[in-house]
């Protein structure tokens, strides 16, 4: 009996730490896909090329650093990762973070603290803590991504106006303070290319979809630089060439009282890093109806940086948007990560010199559109409009980002998120005399055995109980995207369900649009009127689709059933 229970122990761990490359290759690839993953991979490294080199100038370092992380980095987390199709890199996320190190401890600093958050992150991944980070609750997540998105156009400002200033301090507001003693030394020029810069990115998908917007910019840009001499900042003026040759392994040198300096940064390093690989994963796994491995991609990320840091490069993570750009140039498996790693190492060693023509205020103009597109401002005003709770969080972790940092706003966040979770399942505790008869709750309502034998053919229900809050939102996303049979209506029974916060409204939401693309109906019945409230103005769901009792929604699920059955009859 033991034995049985110790090798069913085995094979779970087995497959838990199996990265997904290694599962694919055994199960084999066909040629037409392996084609698809190099092609892919060849679109994200042009893409991460610009990418990489504004995320490691932003936050502080030389540009080389950047493509040096994205290729090292890169090459691991599509080695070892629990995601088919994650691409990692630098991300705009750690900008704040890697330049607040910078200033405080130096590149040596930053090296350092990048490589003991490494092995941080590959602890969580064999501890099996990486389903702790779903505990995050969303309108945290959005506050603190939301307040990196206006530091990182804060600190943009410089290069885009060409501003004549000197060091640019890290403080949110002191920075402000500089720009506005230096706004008289405006560089037309600089602004012109910038804006210049934002339209191309934005619209280039629009005319010419399968060029990437950002390289194109970079092209025209420098193109526009070079062959007219217009008096700007760039790469070369600034930092120098960049070099063309890979540099080798180094061990930083880490003794107790370095490691007790940098012991705080490395923890941010590790939490942000782990929250937003984890969260590009999960964005993945709905793009492609797949799932991974958090454990095993926690692993890959915290080797991933170790390896960065033994190259002198950043911290990596995950990154959604060349992710994103990897699913829809056809990337399904880890190859297309290996090939965009190699893609920018090639780059590196055959075109870096003329990297130092690059304008600065370019890649100002491309991290502004990083920002405006990470700031999820929908998913802001979406949870200002939610209850009182959720906008506390939202707001105190925000205005803590920007003017404190991230590694405080984190802290708050989460603490206060415990305290307001305990409270509101406090007020939610009662004593009440029961006073209906039989096998009816007070609305009515009977008991589930009961409608059984009533449920029309292809229409389901599923009962949910208790609150739909941050820390079983994930359990109840995961649960209703593991149904594969063919279903025409899906009634999700919320009678027992008390509470629905942010990010339960978030899942939701997610739930009803990946079951319409299945042309599948969805019903929400039993609903309080408080959630009902809440769920219109979260958008979850038109109030037709929202009914008070089972019976109504039984009727309307016939209704739908009887329209979808008639529409597939007609020639």
Same mark, same amino acid.
């Given at each position: 009996? &033991?034995?049985?229970?110790?090798?069913?122990?085995?094979?779970?761990?087995?497959?838990?730490?199996?990265?997904?490359?290694?599962?694919?290759?055994?199960?084999?690839?066909?040629?037409?896909?392996?084609?698809?993953?190099?092609?892919?991979?060849?679109?994200?490294?042009? +893409?991460?090329?610009?990418?990489?080199?504004?995320?490691?100038?932003?936050?502080?370092?030389?540009? =080389?650093?950047?493509?040096?992380?994205?290729?090292?980095?890169?090459?691991?987390?599509?080695?070892?990762?629990?995601?088919?199709?994650?691409?990692?890199?630098?991300?705009?996320?750690?900008?704040?973070?890697?330049?607040?190190?910078?200033? =405080?401890?130096?590149?040596?600093?930053?090296?350092?603290?990048?490589?003991?958050?490494?092995?941080?992150?590959?602890?969580?991944?064999?501890?099996?803590?990486?389903?702790?980070?779903?505990?995050?609750?969303?309108?945290?997540?959005?506050?603190?991504?939301?307040?990196?998105?206006?530091?990182? !156009?804060?600190?943009?400002?410089?290069?885009?106006?060409?501003?004549?200033?000197?060091?640019?301090?890290?403080?949110?507001?002191?920075?402000?303070?500089?720009?506005?003693?230096?706004?008289?030394?405006?560089?037309?020029?600089?602004?012109?290319?910038?804006?210049?810069?934002?339209?191309?990115?934005?619209?280039?998908?629009?005319?010419?979809?399968?060029?990437?917007?950002?390289?194109?910019?970079?092209?025209?840009?420098?193109?526009?630089?070079?062959?007219?001499?217009?008096?700007?900042?760039?790469?070369?003026?600034?930092?120098?060439?960049?070099?063309?040759?890979?540099?080798?392994?180094?061990?930083?040198?880490?003794?107790?009282?370095?490691?007790?300096?940098?012991?705080?940064?490395?923890?941010?390093?590790?939490?942000?890093?782990?929250? &937003?690989?984890?969260?590009?994963?999960?964005?993945?796994?709905?793009?492609?109806?797949?799932?991974?491995?958090?454990?095993?991609?926690?692993?890959?990320?915290?080797?991933? /940086?170790?390896?960065?840091?033994?190259?002198?490069?950043?911290?990596?993570?995950?990154?959604?948007?060349?992710?994103?750009? /990897?699913?829809?140039?056809?990337?399904?498996?880890?190859?297309?990560?290996?090939?965009?790693?190699? +893609?920018?190492?090639?780059?590196?060693?055959?075109?870096?010199?003329?990297?130092?023509?690059?304008?600065?205020?370019?890649?100002?103009?491309?991290?502004?559109?990083?920002?405006?597109?990470?700031? =999820?401002?929908?998913?802001? !005003?979406? +949870?200002?409009?939610?209850?009182?709770?959720?906008?506390?969080?939202?707001?105190?972790?925000?205005?803590?980002?920007?003017?404190?940092?991230?590694?405080?706003?984190?802290?708050?966040?989460?603490?206060?998120?415990? !305290?307001?979770?305990?409270?509101?399942?406090?007020?939610?505790?009662?004593?009440?005399?029961?006073?209906?008869?039989?096998?009816?709750?007070?609305?009515?309502?009977?008991?589930?055995?009961?409608?059984?034998?009533?449920?029309?053919?292809?229409?389901?229900?599923? =009962?949910?109980?208790?609150?739909?809050?941050?820390?079983?939102?994930?359990?109840?996303?995961?649960?209703?995207?593991?149904?594969?049979?063919?279903?025409?209506?899906?009634?999700?029974?919320?009678?027992?369900?008390?509470?629905?916060?942010?990010?339960?409204?978030?899942?939701?939401? &997610?739930?009803?649009?990946?079951?319409?693309?299945?042309?599948?109906?969805?019903?929400?019945?039993?609903?309080?009127?408080?959630?009902?409230?809440?769920?219109?103005?979260?958008? +979850?769901?038109?109030?037709?689709?929202?009914?008070?009792?089972?019976?109504?929604?039984?009727?309307?699920? /016939?209704?739908?059933?009887?329209?979808?059955?008639?529409?597939?009859?007609?020639?």
């Amino acid at each position: 009996m &033991e034995r049985g229970r110790f090798a069913k122990l085995l094979e779970e761990f087995r497959h838990e730490y199996t990265p997904k490359l290694v599962t694919l290759i055994r199960g084999g690839i066909s040629s037409k896909q392996l084609t698809s993953d190099i092609i892919a991979g060849l679109i994200v490294g042009v +893409v991460a090329l610009p990418l990489a080199i504004a995320f490691a100038i932003a936050s502080g370092v030389s540009p =080389e650093k950047g493509i040096i992380t994205a290729i090292v980095a890169g090459g691991m987390i599509a080695l070892l990762g629990g995601s088919r199709v994650q691409i990692g890199g630098p991300t705009g996320a750690f900008i704040v973070i890697v330049y607040g190190i910078v200033q =405080e401890h130096g590149v040596e600093g930053l090296t350092i603290a990048t490589f003991i958050a490494g092995f941080f992150i590959l602890i969580l991944g064999l501890l099996r803590l990486g389903s702790l980070l779903k505990y995050i609750p969303y309108s945290l997540i959005v506050g603190f991504t939301s307040g990196i998105a206006i530091i990182i !156009f804060s600190s943009q400002i410089k290069d885009i106006l060409g501003l004549t200033t000197g060091e640019v301090p890290a403080d949110f507001l002191e920075k402000w303070g500089v720009y506005i003693q230096a706004i008289g030394s405006v560089n037309l020029y600089s602004l012109l290319l910038a804006v210049g810069t934002v339209l191309i990115v934005l619209f280039t998908p629009k005319v010419l979809p399968r060029v990437p917007g950002a390289l194109l910019a970079i092209i025209l840009a420098t193109a526009a630089v070079s062959i007219f001499s217009i008096p700007v900042d760039t790469i070369g003026s600034r930092f120098g060439s960049i070099p063309s040759s890979f540099p080798l392994p180094k061990i930083p040198a880490v003794d107790f009282a370095t490691f007790k300096d940098l012991l705080q940064p490395a923890i941010a390093i590790a939490l942000l890093g782990g929250i &937003e690989s984890l969260l590009s994963a999960v964005v993945a796994d709905g793009m492609i109806g797949g799932k991974h491995r958090s454990n095993m991609e926690l692993v890959a990320q915290g080797g991933a /940086n170790i390896a960065s840091g033994l190259f002198g490069g950043i911290p990596a993570t995950g990154a959604i948007a060349r992710t994103a750009t /990897n699913i829809k140039s056809g990337g399904r498996t880890p190859i297309a990560g290996l090939v965009h790693a190699g +893609v920018l190492l090639l780059i590196m060693l055959a075109a870096a010199p003329l990297a130092r023509l690059i304008p600065l205020a370019a890649l100002g103009g491309i991290l502004v559109v990083v920002a405006y597109n990470m700031g =999820e401002w929908r998913s802001f !005003f979406s +949870v200002l409009r939610s209850n009182r709770y959720d906008r506390i969080i939202l707001l105190t972790t925000f205005c803590l980002t920007l003017l404190f940092d991230l590694i405080v706003a984190i802290e708050v966040g989460i603490v206060l998120s415990s !305290f307001i979770f305990m409270k509101r399942m406090s007020d939610l505790a009662h004593i009440g005399l029961v006073e209906t008869e039989g096998d009816q709750d007070s609305n009515g309502d009977h008991t589930f055995e009961e409608e059984l034998s009533s449920i029309p053919e292809g229409v389901v229900i599923y =009962e949910i109980e208790g609150p739909l809050f941050f820390g079983a939102s994930q359990k109840f996303q995961q649960t209703m995207n593991d149904i594969q049979e063919h279903i025409i209506v899906i009634i999700l029974r919320l009678r027992h369900v008390p509470m629905i916060d942010a990010t339960g409204m978030f899942r939701l939401r &997610e739930v009803v649009k990946s079951y319409r693309k299945r042309q599948t109906g969805v019903i929400l019945s039993g609903v309080s009127p408080n959630i009902r409230s809440e769920l219109l103005k979260a958008h +979850v769901l038109e109030e037709e689709y929202i009914c008070a009792d089972i019976q109504s929604s039984l009727e309307l699920a /016939n209704t739908i059933r009887a329209k979808q059955t008639a529409g597939n009859d007609s020639p």
